[in-house]
């Protein structure tokens, strides 16, 4: 499921497993687990990893496979080491 905290704008996505069950009467539910462990189901408000904000929004499954540009990148953009130019002359004094 992706994440966004409203707060440093950080895109994450955690994973889980939803199992649905239904109990000797024939009540339906659902178990969510991560890591085979049993946990509440994730609601906006969930702890950004980045700043500790508990404002983040949710975004339904399969959102970030169609906006690639969203998913940070592995690894850190390496700058251009191609030196500025500026297009105004220097002064002459």
Known sequence: MPFECQSCWH???EEYVVRHIEDDHGNAGEVWLRADLPIPPPSPGAICPRCGCQKATTFPDGYLSRHPELIPPAEPVVPDATPLLSPVP???Y
Do not use: L
């Open 90 to 92: 220097r002064p002459f």
């Open 11 to 13: 895109v994450w996505q």
